[in-house]
């Protein structure tokens, strides 16, 4: 298994230093993708919000949620990835939310965010990678992404084109205004 095989990789380097074949600050720097167990890919909350429009639809249709006349608010409130599934909410369905209490979440992909997308990899995955582990291995330095979908190839149709992008930026002015 990869495990086995980083263990095996990692004593192989260290036999290297000891021979004086290698620096001793040298690590390996390598790269590994997440696969889900459902084999999903991380579409950076497009699936999670509507997860959450859904429930929210359901409990507004269904009783005992239709007690006061069925005119009970919606708030969505979280912090950082949270707050930004509140903001991705409203801008899907914003008939559907009354008041977003949100703290510290992103709300456009301004500069590397979109490395949590998982295809910073395929750029630099030293740079643009999900996480990463330098103490798992004594040798080595292991960077780690998510599954993606996407990736920047322009002639691909699983391309992240720039209407893929700023359909996850809730506060996109310009999207806001052609939505």
């Known amino acids: ?11 192989e380097i260290q036999k290297l230093k000891l021979n004086q074949k290698l620096n001793q600050n040298y690590k390996l720097r390598t790269h590994v993708s997440f696969l889900p167990s459902k084999n999903e890919y991380q579409n950076f909350g497009i699936m999670q919000a509507m997860d959450i429009l859904n429930a929210i639809f359901y ?4 009783s ?24 991705l909410c409203a801008k899907i369905a914003p008939w559907s939310i009354d008041f ?6 992103f709300v456009n992909l301004f500069g590397n965010i979109f490395r949590l997308i998982g295809f910073g990899k395929e750029i630099d995955f030293t740079r643009y990678h999900g996480t990463y582990d330098d103490t798992l291995f004594k040798n080595i330095f292991l960077y780690l992404s998510d599954k993606t979908y996407w990736n920047n190839n322009k002639f691909s149709k699983k391309y992240f084109s720039n209407a893929r992008k700023i359909i996850r930026e809730p506060l996109n002015k310009e999207h806001l205004i052609i939505q």
């Open 1 to 11: 298994n990869l495990n086995n095989a980083f263990i095996r990789i990692d004593q």
């Open 59 to 62: 409990i507004k249709e269904n």
């Open 64 to 87: 005992p949620f239709k007690l006061m006349g069925g005119g009970i608010r919606t708030i969505l409130f979280g912090n950082s990835y949270g707050g930004y599934l509140a903001n």
């Open 100 to 105: 977003i209490l949100d703290n510290s979440s």
